[in-house]
């Protein structure tokens, strides 16, 4: 009988233990936000997926922000290749009502070595990164230091 009383207390203990533990982590989500970042193969594939567990921003902008600076760093495996040049800069990231992302790089995005039409895959290789990552953007405009690429700079007179 003895042990009966022992083995309840023992399993209330452990029950209230993890209700105090759920309970915490509900409170308490994860300092961690999931990404997938894609890059291409080095083996000629399509794509090379890598997850990656960034830490949470609030603003959707600090997200978005803290996910391109990783995109920057490139891929840990080896099995993928960069696709920006590691001195690229993000000058700015604006996001706005009709959810509309506008990033902004430095010059240095040009500098891959490869061709123009390389550029432009560049580009759609980050534009599809950001839009299966963040679902409420629904366009990505992305220029290099504030000018559109393929079109007539802008000169201020």
Not at 9 to 26: D, E, F, H
Not at 61 to 81: C, Q, T
Not at 106 to 126: C, K, P, R
């Amino acid at each position: 009988m003895t042990m009966n009383k022992v083995a309840a207390g023992l399993l209330g203990s452990l029950g209230m233990v993890l209700l105090v533990s759920i309970t915490i982590w509900v409170v308490n989500p994860s300092p961690f936000t999931r990404y997938v970042l894609m890059f291409p193969d080095t083996a000629g594939g399509d794509q090379h997926h890598e997850i990656r567990n960034l830490p949470h921003r609030a603003g959707r902008r600090d997200a978005i922000h803290v996910f391109l600076s990783e995109i920057i760093l490139g891929p840990a495996d080896v099995g993928a290749v960069p696709f920006l040049p590691k001195e690229t800069r993000i000058l700015g990231v604006f996001l706005d009502e009709k959810k509309r992302l506008f990033v902004n790089f430095s010059g240095d995005v040009l500098f891959t070595g490869q061709s123009e039409t390389a550029l432009e895959d560049v580009i759609q290789i980050l534009k599809q990164n950001i839009l299966f990552n963040f679902r409420f953007v629904d366009s990505v405009t992305v220029t290099i230091d504030g000018q559109v690429p393929g079109f007539p700079p802008i000169i201020e007179h």
